[in-house]
């Protein structure tokens, strides 16, 4: 029966199926005559083992009894490796499981130390290592990354005094004011519960019927249906903590604190059309873009900053500072700029890592502390819970991406499912005195540099209430929507009316558009003529709404610096293309940080006029305009015939025209930009003498153009 193992096998029939090559191979690949691939190894170091170390001879070929023969139990070497891989998925995360992330590093540029004794924001010019994850909410890991969504935005850093992690979203309020809702909305917003689905999508009954019956979520429901949540880049989003946290001094006195990271490059929205259309053209659009940003060296930065408030200040606010739904407006307190981020290195494995990196917004340093707001309390416990049904253990945090890097750890707490730690030592309790020269084993506690929570008075008998002070659902609402320019206003009751034109029923709508006419009585009649459905009467407000001062730092159009730098050019070539124009636009692109890529009708290139081969980054089909911040189309007369005849040459011209991009282009385009639907106007450029005049208007989106191509409530 056993055959040699370098002698190749023959079954009396189907040979094919039986060949296996000699063991005595070069380290370089061979092809067996039956199709098999072998590798071997040259060095004992480069060998295959198992789990346990045992080296694996053939891992081709399972164990079987004769060549065509059923496989035997005996083969450990089959078996450990199926079963690891039965096993390699662990829960995905409840919310938030489509994720993205990269290492760098904070660096403090002013000290806050007049309010916080934290060395993380004290020590000025200390750089502390960090990794940041940013994700969607409702989408399983494996949604698309462009969905209408809010998007998690967490930051473990690894402090000399213990991990850090700042967990927060890119929107700074939240939907409810009490952890005990989270579940609800955390079901209300996922795929219907009878149904799976939508994936990845709030519009749809369940979402807006607990909205409509949640009224504290209607400022969070403005943001949600703004710009804010269609991101163009993981590295155009503000993140914000949400929560109000607090610092304490040298002496432990506390002062509040609202923490916010804002990104160089701006924030930065698409349109709604082209995110459902980027989902399906790349559904790893921010995946792949902060990829390939680290890996180019253009490492996305963001400013870190603060608005402190003593207990005073907080007192005299319009609303409580201990109520998520509510914001601290810019303009009343605005915010320092205290240290920066930089991401400079893309993960080595996205499991090891991006998947096992469980964040606690319980990982605090010394002078750093929480606050009493009832959603924080909540996220208290939820953190460390959901890690032992997605890790398994509660030694997660030995996993090395979780592990304190800037200081040791150690305590008396021992053993459980993968402990991969080896203690030293009899004592495993503390006090103790076994130690032989200083009479202790293992270390102590440190009533100076240790964590201390500020000693604040807390009082009362023990209810199940909301203050009064929450009470007010809808100021801020109506401040965040008349704060908008007219161009935001009106993409935010557009994504009103599409989401509400997803529900079926009559009575879900008309709750939310009752609550809409508190934030703002036209906002509530465009929705409801968007919809075409009668506006019925306001719903009674706990607390009637006040007209607070607009908060212009609220906006995004207007505000993002008009730039290259981070965007992306496509450039569409045919056959015959002028190269010397080809390459006086991207030069000119290049030049101002855009990363310009080649779009052709096939993959491997054009001959360009002249002869010379140009290769493509991208086939047409397979990279729409979409997927672009701008485009030039640098053709002959014959391509653009060519491209007329081909509905994706027309829908990259189409889709980037109503899309509000510049379109630059030679002469000999003229006729595909007619087909397209082009008009003329400041954003559709000549370039074939120079690309200067393509510049301006690639750094923006020509919103001057939407009216004309859009119908928007
Ligand atoms: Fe979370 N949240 N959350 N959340 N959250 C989780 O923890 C939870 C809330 C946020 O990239 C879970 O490790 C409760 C606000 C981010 O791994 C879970 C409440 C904010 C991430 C959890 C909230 C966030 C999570 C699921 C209401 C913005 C992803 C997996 C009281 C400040 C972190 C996990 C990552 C993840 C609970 C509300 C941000 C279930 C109970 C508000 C960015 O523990």
Not at 170 to 198: C, S
Request: glycine share 8%; with cysteine.
């Amino acid at each position: 029966m056993a055959k040699s193992k370098s002698a190749p096998t023959r079954a009396p029939s189907s040979a094919s199926k039986a060949n296996k090559t000699s063991g005595a191979q070069s380290p370089i690949a061979s092809q067996a005559a039956g199709g098999e691939t072998h590798q071997t190894a040259s060095a004992p170091d480069d060998r295959i083992t198992t789990n346990h170390g045992v080296p694996v001879s053939d891992n081709q070929n399972s164990l079987k009894a004769g060549a065509r023969g059923p496989s035997l139990l005996e083969d450990f070497v089959l078996r450990e490796k199926i079963q690891h891989f039965d096993h390699e998925r662990i829960p995905e995360r409840i919310v938030h499981a489509r994720g993205s992330a990269a290492h760098g590093y904070f660096e403090l540029t002013k000290s806050l130390g007049r309010y916080t004794r934290a060395k993380i924001l004290t020590e000025v010019g200390k750089r502390t290592e960090l990794f940041a994850r940013f994700s969607t909410v409702a989408g399983g890991a494996g949604s698309v990354d462009t969905p209408r969504d809010v998007r998690g935005f967490a930051v473990k850093l690894y402090t000399r005094e213990g991990n850090w992690d700042l967990v927060g979203n890119n929107i700074p309020v939240f939907f409810i004011q009490d952890a005990i809702k989270f579940p609800d909305l955390i079901h209300a917003v996922k795929m219907e519960a009878d149904r799976g689905y939508p994936q990845a999508a709030s519009a749809h009954d369940t979402f807006w019927d607990f909205i409509g019956l949640m009224p504290e979520a209607t400022h969070m429901i403005m943001w949600a249906m703004s710009d804010r949540t269609l991101r163009r880049s993981l590295r155009m989003m503000e993140g914000f903590g949400v929560n109000t946290y607090r610092l304490l001094d040298d002496n432990d006195q506390p002062t509040f604190v609202k923490f916010h990271w804002r990104p160089k490059l701006g924030t930065q929205s698409t349109g709604w059309d082209e995110a459902v259309k980027i989902a399906g053209a790349d559904p790893d659009y921010h995946r792949r873009d902060l990829h390939e940003a680290i890996a180019s060296g253009a490492f996305p930065e963001w400013e870190f900053g603060v608005q402190v408030l003593s207990q005073a200040q907080a007192d005299g606010l319009a609303f409580d500072i201990l109520d998520a739904t509510k914001l601290i407006p810019e303009e009343l307190y605005p915010i320092q700029v205290v240290g920066r981020m930089v991401l400079n290195r893309n993960p080595d494995n996205f499991f090891a890592e991006t998947e096992q990196v469980a964040f606690l917004p319980t990982n605090m340093p010394p002078g750093i502390d929480v606050s009493e707001d009832p959603l924080l309390q909540g996220r208290l416990f939820s953190y460390q819970d959901t890690q032992l049904s997605r890790l398994g253990t509660v030694n997660f945090h030995q996993i090395p991406i979780n592990q304190a890097k800037g200081c040791p750890f150690q305590n008396f707490q021992r053993d459980g499912q993968m402990q991969t730690h080896l203690p030293q030592g009899r004592a495993n309790y503390e006090p103790n005195s076994l130690g032989q020269a200083s009479e202790i084993d293992g270390p102590r506690e440190d009533p100076k540099g240790g964590f201390r929570t500020a000693a604040v008075a807390v009082e009362g008998a023990k209810v199940r209430l909301r203050p009064e002070s929450f009470a007010d659902h809808y100021s801020q609402a109506r401040m965040f929507f008349r704060s908008q320019t007219k161009i935001e206003q009106a993409h935010l009751a557009s994504a009103l009316v599409f989401e509400l034109s997803k529900c079926s029923f009559d009575h879900v709508r008309a709750r939310v558009l009752g609550n809409l006419q508190n934030v703002d009585a036209d906002l509530a009649k465009r929705v409801a003529a968007g919809l075409n459905v009668p506006l019925p009467p306001k719903t009674a407000a706990a607390v009637e709404p006040q007209d607070l001062k607009p908060s212009p730092a609220l906006r995004i159009v207007g505000k993002y610096p008009e730039t290259l730098m981070g965007r992306a050019v496509g450039i569409l070539v045919t056959d015959g293309a002028d190269g010397a124009v080809v390459k006086a636009v991207r030069k000119a692109c290049e030049a101002e940080g855009a990363t310009v890529k080649i779009v052709a009708p096939k993959v491997g290139g054009v001959t360009l006029k002249g002869g010379k081969t140009l290769v493509a980054d991208g086939q047409l089909a397979g990279t729409p305009s979409v997927v672009f911040d701008a485009v030039a189309l640098v053709v002959s007369a014959d391509g653009c015939a060519q491209l007329m005849a081909d509905s994706a040459g027309i829908d990259f011209v189409h889709n980037a025209f109503v899309h509000l991009k510049a379109i630059g282009f030679t002469a000999e385009a003229q006729p595909l930009l007619d087909k397209a639907g082009v008009v003329a106007d400041p954003g559709i450029v000549n370039v074939a003498k120079g690309a200067e005049a393509f510049l301006p208007p690639a750094r923006t989106r020509q919103w001057a153009r939407e009216p004309s191509v859009r119908m928007l409530a």
